[in-house]
C-alpha cells in the first residue's frame, strides 16, 4: 500500500472511532435525559432520586442541581448558560421553581433537593464500595470537614482525594485539578464550591478529562454532612425549606441572594418552557 493511502486510511480510522466516540457519549446523555421535563431551556430530571444516582453511575458524565438564585445567572453568564445546558442530569433542587412551575403552568415535575441526592449517593458508595471517591471542596476547613466526617464513618476519603479549589473568576480552567484528577482516576468526582463556578468546573472537566468518572455537583449540600455549614432537617428539606434554616443561620449572606431568587416567577410566567435570552450588555 502507498503511503500517502496509508495515511489516508490511517486519519480515515481515526475519524471514524472519533465520530464514534463522540456518539456514544451523546447516546448516553440521551438516555439519561430521557426522562424529563423542560423549564427554561434547562431539561430537568423527573424519575426519583435513587434512579438519578443509579444513571450517573452508570453513564458518568456531569450532574447539576441548581438553586433558586441560578436562574437570573442563564442571561448573565454565557460560560454558565452552557454548562448547564450541556449537563448529563439535571435534577431539579429548587422548592420555589417546583412550587411556582405548578402554579402557573400546572404541570408538576419531580423536586430532588442536593442535599437529599447526596445522602442517597453516599450511602450507595458506603454501601457498595463502588470505585475511589474525589472531593472538590472550597476552602481548607471544607477539606478537614470533609476528612473527620469521613473518618467518623468509615468512607474512604483520603487527603490526597480532597482538594481546596481557588476562586475562579468568569473561567473555571483548572489544569492543576485536571491533572491531579488524571493521575488518581477516581470514579466518583464530588464538586462541593457553590453554585456558578461547580456548574462550569464540572463542564469543564467532563470535556478535557481522558475518561468519563461520575462528576457531581452539588454545592452546599456536602457542607451540611459534614458539618462546615449548619445542618438542615430532613423535614425542612422534605418540604422546601431548606433555604429558610440557611437564611436564618446565615442571614448576612443570604439575604442579598433573595432578589436574584425573585427574578425566578417572572422568568417562569415569560418564558415558561423556553431559554431566556442573554441581558443586553
Same mark, same amino acid.
Given at each position: 500500500?502507498?503511503?500517502?493511502?496509508?495515511?489516508?486510511?490511517?486519519?480515515?480510522?481515526? /475519524?471514524?472511532?472519533?465520530?464514534?466516540?463522540?456518539?456514544?457519549?451523546?447516546?448516553?446523555?440521551?438516555?439519561?435525559?430521557?426522562?424529563?421535563?423542560?423549564?427554561?431551556?434547562?431539561?430537568?430530571?423527573?424519575?426519583?432520586?435513587?434512579?438519578?444516582?443509579?444513571?450517573?453511575?452508570?453513564? /458518568? /458524565?456531569?450532574?447539576?442541581?441548581?438553586?433558586?438564585?441560578?436562574?437570573?445567572?442563564?442571561?448573565?453568564?454565557?460560560?454558565?448558560?452552557?454548562?448547564?445546558?450541556?449537563?448529563?442530569? &439535571?435534577?431539579?433542587?429548587? /422548592?420555589?421553581?417546583?412550587?411556582?412551575?405548578?402554579?402557573?403552568?400546572? %404541570?408538576? &415535575?419531580?423536586?430532588?433537593?442536593? @442535599?437529599?441526592?447526596?445522602?442517597?449517593? @453516599?450511602?450507595?458508595?458506603?454501601?457498595?464500595?463502588?470505585?475511589?471517591?474525589?472531593? &472538590?471542596?472550597?476552602?481548607?476547613?471544607?477539606?478537614?470537614?470533609?476528612?473527620?466526617?469521613?473518618?467518623?464513618?468509615?468512607?474512604?476519603?483520603?487527603?490526597?482525594?480532597?482538594?481546596?479549589?481557588?476562586?475562579?473568576?468568569?473561567?473555571?480552567?483548572?489544569?492543576?485539578? @485536571?491533572?491531579?484528577?488524571?493521575?488518581?482516576?477516581?470514579?466518583?468526582?464530588?464538586?462541593?464550591?457553590?453554585?456558578?463556578?461547580?456548574?462550569?468546573?464540572?463542564?469543564?472537566?467532563?470535556?478535557?478529562?481522558?475518561?468519563?468518572?461520575?462528576?457531581?455537583?452539588?454545592?452546599?449540600?456536602?457542607?451540611?454532612?459534614?458539618?462546615?455549614?449548619?445542618?438542615?432537617?430532613?423535614?425542612?428539606?422534605?418540604?422546601?425549606?431548606?433555604?429558610?434554616?440557611?437564611?436564618?443561620?446565615?442571614?448576612?449572606?443570604?439575604?442579598?441572594?433573595?432578589?436574584?431568587?425573585?427574578?425566578?416567577?417572572?422568568?417562569?410566567?415569560?418564558?415558561?418552557? %423556553?431559554?431566556?435570552?442573554?441581558?443586553?450588555?
Amino acid at each position: 500500500m502507498l503511503l500517502e493511502d496509508q495515511t489516508a486510511l490511517a486519519g480515515s480510522t481515526d /475519524g471514524f472511532f472519533t465520530l464514534e466516540i463522540r456518539r456514544s457519549m451523546l447516546d448516553a446523555r440521551c438516555s439519561l435525559m430521557a426522562s424529563s421535563v423542560q423549564i427554561l431551556g434547562i431539561r430537568f430530571f423527573t424519575g426519583d432520586v435513587d434512579e438519578a444516582v443509579a444513571l450517573i453511575f452508570q453513564r /458518568g /458524565g456531569f450532574l447539576v442541581a441548581p438553586s433558586g438564585t441560578c436562574f437570573a445567572r442563564l442571561r448573565e453568564d454565557e460560560m454558565y448558560r452552557r454548562a448547564v445546558l450541556a449537563a448529563d442530569l &439535571v435534577i431539579a433542587d429548587s /422548592g420555589l421553581m417546583v412550587i411556582l412551575w405548578r402554579l402557573l403552568r400546572r %404541570k408538576s &415535575v419531580q423536586r430532588i433537593s442536593g @442535599l437529599k441526592y447526596l445522602k442517597h449517593l @453516599l450511602a450507595k458508595l458506603k454501601r457498595e464500595g463502588t470505585g475511589e471517591v474525589f472531593g &472538590v471542596v472550597p476552602s481548607e476547613r471544607a477539606r478537614q470537614k470533609l476528612i473527620d466526617w469521613s473518618r467518623r464513618e468509615a468512607f474512604s476519603i483520603s487527603m490526597e482525594n480532597c482538594y481546596v479549589a481557588p476562586r475562579y473568576g468568569l473561567e473555571t480552567e483548572d489544569r492543576n485539578l @485536571l491533572a491531579l484528577i488524571e493521575q488518581r482516576r477516581p470514579a466518583q468526582v464530588i464538586v462541593a464550591i457553590g453554585s456558578g463556578a461547580q456548574e462550569k468546573l464540572g463542564h469543564y472537566l467532563r470535556e478535557n478529562l481522558s475518561y468519563r468518572p461520575a462528576i457531581h455537583c452539588i454545592g452546599a449540600a456536602l457542607g451540611f454532612i459534614t458539618g462546615d455549614q449548619p445542618a438542615i432537617p430532613d423535614w425542612a428539606d422534605r418540604f422546601y425549606l431548606g433555604w429558610f434554616c440557611r437564611l436564618f443561620a446565615q442571614p448576612r449572606i443570604f439575604i442579598p441572594r433573595l432578589s436574584r431568587a425573585s427574578e425566578l416567577p417572572w422568568l417562569i410566567w415569560k418564558y415558561g418552557e %423556553k431559554l431566556p435570552p442573554m441581558r443586553m450588555k
